[in-house]
Structure formats: structure tokens, C-alpha cells
């Protein structure tokens, strides 16, 4: 266990806004800060930074917390490894303490690394001779196998297994690894057989997985790495870890490895390719740490076109610039490459069309633009897209250039688009209305499963308003400790904070939310800043306690007024306290 002082000492260095400014751009909104979430895709922002009480809250997605919260779930790292990412940062040393799981970690490092070096001294063997056929007959040369430490898996159940083993290895991390799989007899046995091998690296060079391919027809025809304690495919780009050393803040991303490894074979050394089947959210911030701008070269089959739509849609809640690369006559960057030359691919990279003029060029394809009919519904899906997409500068372009294709004359074309573009901005405008109706306090409580009725929500909503009191202002647990059973909450997880927060306070422990972290879940901790988030500009009094302790206590408000309120109505009613300007001034608001 870290000590509490020691986590409220690193909380005390951790500007929060600081480091998750460095994951999305941030902008002061009065004293909290506003940005485009880095959990989900989004258009209109939706995530706060809350300063001063070092939390966060996505109103969109739901995801919430404090630093310790955030550099886990951005990171994909357990509490300690946060602790100590959070503490190198801040310049501090970590305390003494019982790590099994990094010092596990450490070891699928180590263990991996000398998994790489096995696999390459394997293809350079006698036993890699068809191996190395294979990725000569690909085009690589000794000297790109060498960068990327490309090798081979002997035609063997158990001869990377014992090798390992032989190296001080438990069958425990070989596990751990991915690299072994127990059998139904309980014996180990390699993973990767007879296949050519390619690692996988972090950001920091450490090899933190593998990919096989087989070098014939069999299937299947590639096995990955299982996700570890070392790779989540969804958080990894294959060969950032070379590309981030280039000069170049223009990357190319690829469908597959091998379509890199050629590219930079070729010269284009920021060519990248998402691991997974698809490209996700994490994958895109992290890109976006080291692009300016992404050009998308995938394969032109109907797989990668779809990867190519979906990877467009991701980049939007970026900052990066997005260009899209169509391959004539070849279906991937490797093909292409090995008939048309470097010179010519990168004649194509300079000419890549940006994502309006891909939609447009994919809507043109869909119809005959010889006939009336053909060139009104091109235009009608070109007016859609650029009414949603393109800045008026944009639309001005694009609308001289579908005259010139269609024959309309562009005052026309120009004043659909000025139609579309209002109709899409009243769209937003609902959009937005619905997104403030989420923030409200009702909209977030989802009831236990067997609970429902208007005075459950009124109990579930008290329960809210008091967590938050406690957390903003906690002096006022004074007025509560004894007065309160934890039992008597309908919601599991502020149960479960309340209780440990009764526990912080008997051991005259901090209870801040930053020091909860430790032991309660993300989901928990995100409902809690959600409350935080709230009731930001709330003051509580005890007055104010007494009205929630009693509706949790009895299900009744002493006050008959507020007790015979409807659900929407004590929504209403609490609103009105964020809104007020003096601490008593709510009790004149009551009804008689």
C-alpha cells in the first residue's frame, strides 16, 4: 500500500490541466478548462478539467476521475504503474513497496526481448533458410530484417519454450508473455511455429509483442500476441517507435506490417500501421502526438476502403490534417511500390486528395454523370457532405468546381449549400440542447435493478447531492458520521465511497477524491466526478445535509413541501441551489 501522504504529496505536484493538456488540447473556460474528449470521438467538446479539485469529467462518454485515474485509463497501466509514471514526472522518488505485478512486467520485458533475439538467430541459422527465402522473395534486404529485427519461429512445440526456460524464464512469465499456451494436459507448448516473425514495439523500444505469418497457403494465415500486461493492441502503433525519429510531421498510415517495413525499405520512414483489426480513438491521440498530418494509405479493396471511412471519421475530433492516397492499379503500397518505384509513390503522396474530395470522388463512382439524373443526385450527396464538413472558403471552392462537373451554374449550387449549411447548424444547435439535457443531475442515475419509482430517484439523487457536499466541503461529514449508515444508500457505488470514506475519516485519513483512487474502481470514480462536475459552482450547508440525510434516512424530506416535490420538480429545486449567490438563500425558495 503507498502511503497516503506520499499520494497527496504527488497529487500537490500534479497540475492536472497541465498533464492532460498534453493529451488534448485544453482551453480556459472561467476557472475550469474545456477540450475535445480523448476517450471518445467527438465534434463539439465535451470533457472539463476541473483545477481545483484535480478532477475531470466527460459529459459525453461518461469517463471521469483524478491524474491517477486519467494516466491509467490513457495509458492502459494498473495503480502503480500510474503512481510511478505520475511520480517520475513530478520528480519524485517512489516509496518502498510490494510490486508484483511491475516487477511481472519488467520480466515479459526482459523475456520478450530475448523471445526477438531467439527468433532472429533462429532465421539466421541453418534451420532459417526457407525462412529467409521468404523475406528476400518480398524484397527485403539483410539490412531492413536487421532494423526491424525481423526472425523466425522453428517448425517446433516446445523449442523456443525450453530455450526460454533455459534462461531463468518460470513457466509463469512464459505464460504471462503470450509466447507459450498451456494444453489441455497441462504441458507448454510455443505459440509461434514455423512461422516468420515479426516484433512489436512500444514507443520506447521495448518489444511487447510478436506477429507470425505463415509462409505458405495454410491457415491461418497470421497469429498475433495475445493482449498482456505489456500490449494492448488497441493502445499500439506498429513502428511509431522508428517513425517518431524521423524529421517528418507527415506519417503515412498503412493496413498491415509489411506494407511498412517496405515503405521505409523505400525511404518513408513515417509509415505506421495501427495493430488490431481496426484503427481506434487511443491509437489516433497518440498519432496525433507526433503528426501534423496522417496520409491514409490503405488497400484499395472494399476492406480498405472501409478502413479508410472509419479511420477519416476517428481523425475528425483531431487536430491532424487528414489526406487520403488512392493506389492505381495496385491493391496495397507494397505492390505499388515494387512496380512503379519510390519516385512515383511519392509523386502520389504529394498529390493526395484531402477527405472532401475522397466523400466526393466515392459519390461521384455511385452514379452516371452522363445523364440529368445521375449529375443531380451526385450533387445532392456532394451538398450534404460540404454542408457538414467543408468551412464556407470550402464550399465556395468546391461549389465552382461541381459546376464546372455538372453544368449547374455555381449561384445555384451555392445557394443549396447555404440551405444545407443552416439546416445542418439548427441541427447542431438540437444537438447541443440534448447534450446540456445529460449534464443534468437526474439524467445520469440509473437505478438497481429492481428499484424504480419517483421516490427511489429522489433517494438516489440525495444520495448525489451529499457525496458531492462531503467531497467539496468536508468539514460536513461532521454533520453526517454519525447520523448515517452507509446500508441505507440504494446506490451501490456511492455506498461503497461512502463507506471507505467513513473509514478515511475514523483512521483521521484525507478522503479528497485523489486519495480514493487506490481503492475504488474507474466506474466509480467517474460517477463521482460526475457529481463534482455537477455541482461545480454548488456551496452546501448544514441545512442543506439535513435535507439529504433525512430523504435517504426515511425517504421523506422533513419539509412537506419538498417532500410531495416530483423527480423533475427537486431536479428544478436543486438546480436552483448551484444557482445561488448566498449560502442561506435557497431556505427562501422553498414553497410554503
Request: charged share 25%.
Amino acid at each position: 500500500m503507498i502511503p497516503q501522504d506520499y499520494i497527496q504529496e504527488l497529487i500537490a505536484r500534479t497540475n492536472i490541466e497541465e498533464l492532460i493538456g498534453g493529451y488534448t488540447q485544453l482551453k480556459r473556460a472561467g476557472r475550469t478548462y474545456k477540450g475535445l474528449c480523448p476517450f471518445h470521438s467527438e465534434k463539439t467538446p465535451s470533457f472539463i478539467v476541473y483545477p481545483d479539485n484535480q478532477s475531470f469529467y466527460c459529459f459525453g462518454c461518461g469517463a471521469g476521475g483524478d491524474a491517477i485515474t486519467f494516466v491509467k485509463k490513457i495509458n492502459n497501466l494498473d495503480y502503480v504503474e500510474s503512481i510511478k509514471l505520475l511520480a517520475s514526472r513530478a520528480g519524485m522518488k517512489m516509496p518502498e513497496e510490494d510490486d508484483a505485478q511491475g516487477r511481472m512486467r519488467s520480466r515479459v520485458l526482459a523475456l520478450n526481448r530475448d523471445a526477438a533475439r531467439f527468433y532472429y538467430s533462429c532465421l539466421n541459422s541453418e534451420k532459417g533458410v526457407d525462412a529467409r527465402r521468404y523475406w528476400r522473395g518480398r524484397g527485403l534486404s539483410d539490412a531492413t530484417i536487421r532494423r526491424f529485427g525481423l526472425g523466425y519461429a522453428p517448425d517446433s512445440f516446445r523449442e523456443t519454450f525450453y530455450h526460454l526456460k533455459g534462461m531463468g524464464y518460470t513457466e509463469e512469465e512464459l505464460l504471462a508473455s503470450g509466447i507459450a499456451k498451456k494444453s489441455e494436459k497441462g504441458n507448454l507448448y510455443d505459440v509461434f511455429r514455423n512461422r516468420v516473425m515479426v516484433p512489436i514495439f512500444d514507443v520506447r523500444g521495448n518489444v511487447i509483442a510478436f506477429g507470425g505469418r505463415n509462409m505458405g497457403d495454410e491457415k491461418p494465415k497470421y497469429i498475433n500476441s495475445p493482449e498482456t500486461l505489456v500490449y494492448k493492441k488497441s493502445h499500439t502503433m506498429f513502428a511509431l517507435n522508428v517513425a517518431k525519429k524521423s524529421d517528418s510531421r507527415r506519417y503515412i498510415l498503412c493496413e498491415g506490417y509489411l506494407d511498412v517495413i517496405s515503405l521505409h525499405q523505400a525511404g518513408f520512414d513515417t509509415a505506421i500501421a495501427a495493430c488490431g483489426t481496426a484503427l481506434t480513438a487511443d491509437q489516433v491521440r497518440m498519432l496525433s502526438d507526433y503528426a501534423d498530418e496522417v496520409v491514409l494509405c490503405y488497400d484499395s479493396d472494399e476492406a480498405g476502403q472501409k478502413a479508410t471511412t472509419r479511420a477519416m471519421d476517428l481523425f475528425e475530433s483531431s487536430n491532424t490534417k487528414v489526406a487520403v492516397l488512392t493506389l492505381p492499379n495496385a491493391k496495397d503500397p507494397d505492390e505499388f511500390i515494387k512496380r512503379r518505384g519510390a519516385e512515383a509513390f511519392a509523386r502520389l503522396i504529394e498529390g493526395a486528395g484531402n477527405t472532401l474530395e475522397y466523400k466526393m470522388a466515392k459519390a461521384k463512382e455511385q452514379y452516371n454523370m452522363s445523364l440529368p439524373d445521375g449529375r443531380v443526385n451526385y450533387l445532392k450527396d456532394c451538398i450534404k457532405i460540404l454542408a457538414l464538413e467543408a468551412t464556407p472558403t470550402e464550399q465556395d471552392v468546391y461549389a465552382g468546381r461541381l459546376a464546372q462537373e455538372t453544368g449547374v451554374e455555381k449561384k445555384a449550387i451555392a445557394a443549396e449549400l447555404e440551405s444545407a449549411a443552416k439546416m445542418q447548424g439548427k441541427r447542431r444547435q438540437r444537438q447541443i440542447q440534448r447534450d446540456l439535457l445529460k449534464e443534468s443531475a437526474a439524467a445520469n442515475i440509473r437505478l438497481p435493478t429492481g428499484i424504480s419509482g419517483g421516490q427511489a430517484l429522489g433517494i438516489a439523487m440525495a444520495e448525489q447531492q451529499l457525496m458531492a457536499a462531503i467531497l467539496k466541503q468536508p468539514n460536513l461529514l461532521n454533520y453526517v458520521k454519525d447520523k448515517l449508515n452507509p446500508e441505507k444508500f440504494i446506490l451501490p457505488e456511492l455506498r461503497e465511497a461512502f463507506a471507505l470514506i467513513l473509514k478515511r475519516a475514523e483512521q483521521n485519513c484525507s478522503f479528497e477524491l485523489a486519495t480514493l483512487s487506490g481503492e475504488l474502481s474507474d466506474a466509480v470514480m467517474a460517477q463521482l466526478s460526475c457529481i463534482l462536475a455537477q455541482n461545480y459552482e454548488m456551496t452546501f450547508t448544514e441545512e442543506d445535509i439535513q435535507l439529504y440525510i433525512d430523504r435517504i434516512q426515511t425517504g421523506q424530506f422533513q419539509s412537506k413541501a419538498v417532500a410531495e416535490m416530483q423527480p423533475n420538480q427537486l431536479a428544478e429545486y436543486l438546480e436552483q441551489l448551484k444557482q445561488r449567490k448566498r449560502p442561506t438563500e435557497h431556505l427562501d425558495s422553498i414553497p410554503d
